[in-house]
């Protein structure tokens, strides 16, 4: 709908760089309806980090959960908590 309102020019967010007359000639070209489905699309794109990083969340507590359900994983974890063992020098017999 965008482009069709501004006479098939990509709105600003699709551009690589945009200036700001170009912006304010895109939303006159837009009028008023265009302008409010303009913010509507911006809201959306604020929106996605949030359920991007909360998805990007879980499948990273998921992958951890199921690395702890594995041999090596709960090897990994043990190894992870237990001190390291003391260095011992080997000593020949004179």
Known sequence: M????GG???SPDLRF???PDETYRLLALYGP???AHFRRLLWIDMVFPGV???FFGLITLEWAQWGMRTRSGRQLA??????????TTSRTPS
Do not use: V
């Open 2 to 5: 965008i482009e069709r309102l």
């Open 8 to 10: 098939g020019a990509a």
């Open 17 to 19: 760089g945009y200036q």
């Open 33 to 35: 309806a265009g302008i």
């Open 52 to 54: 991007y990083a909360a």
């Open 78 to 87: 043990s190894d992870a908590r237990s001190p390291p063992a003391p260095a």
